[in-house]
């Protein structure tokens, strides 16, 4: 993974180059405000694919099968709509339907209809499979966050204490039990927060393995490539699979000509 730069909410990353898109780098946009990378994605509602947590639990983790998380997922929605065997009404993460219902998305259904997929209104629902509009992490039509869904609502709490501004370098181990981290206040010196009871690291798919690798938790050949101190040997990091997607064929069109009219943005 490489660096390319940030903004003010955004980390900017790319990918190595990738073989199978002859040689391009994949941009990689991560979340630098509170509410992660929540705060600036797409707002598209996806969980995942119900096999890929039974694989999980198959392969060794256990209490991480789609039947055992699905009811965490459906306490945690307000669902404006759904199936109540797979949605829930009163969490703290809302989800709707989108509210601009341009007519072009409806004729791209029909013509998936037409090549033969099934219609889906719900991917979060019994199948992932067809084609149909998708929900989206709003809130009266504005985007709901993470920390529009769990921080906000406990920032009066007195043993909340949110610390901007500052970036994680590693987890602090004695042993192989975590018991702190270590933080840099952007070209400060670092220092060391201690936990009273338990450490959650909880950075995203990219900066989670980072930061455990920092702290000498990965793969222990690359970790001494880098002049890391293996402490743990896992292999962290590992079996990464994103979902690149075309972002470029996006056209601007008419929506009153009876033949749209195309002008490339």
């Known amino acids: ?122 991917f979060n629902g019994a199948s992932q499979l067809g084609v149909g509009r998708l929900q989206f992490t709003m809130r009266d039509g504005s985007r709901w966050s993470a920390a529009d869904a769990y921080l906000h609502p406990a920032r009066q709490r007195s043993n909340l204490h949110v610390l901007t501004g500052v970036l994680v370098t590693r987890v602090l181990l004695e042993g192989s039990h975590a018991v702190g981290v270590t933080v840099s206040r952007y070209g400060n010196e670092e220092e060391n927060l201690g936990a009273e009871c338990e450490v959650v690291l909880s950075a995203g798919a990219y900066n989670s393995p980072q930061i455990l690798m920092l702290s000498g938790i990965g793969p222990a050949f690359d970790l001494k490539r880098f002049g890391i101190a293996p402490i743990v040997d896992l292999p962290v990091g590992e079996n990464l699979q994103d979902h690149p997607f075309v972002c470029r064929s996006i056209l601007r069109m008419s929506r009153h000509s009876s033949v749209p009219g195309q002008q490339r943005m």
């Open 1 to 122: 993974m490489a660096w390319i730069g940030q903004n003010e909410v955004r980390l900017g990353f790319a990918s190595e180059p990738e073989p199978a898109l002859n040689g391009r780098r994949v941009y990689i946009a991560r979340g630098k405000t509170l509410g992660g990378s929540s705060a600036v994605n797409a707002m598209i509602y996806m969980r995942g694919n119900p096999m890929d947590y039974d694989g999980w639990a198959n392969e060794g983790a256990p209490g991480w099968s789609y039947q055992e998380i699905l009811p965490y997922f459906i306490k945690s929605e307000r669902n404006q709509r759904g199936d109540e065997r797979f949605h829930g009404r009163s969490g703290p993460l809302s989800v709707q339907d989108g509210r601009y219902k341009h007519p072009l998305v409806d004729r791209f259904v029909e013509a998936g209809i037409q090549a033969g997929h099934k219609h889906n209104d719900d």
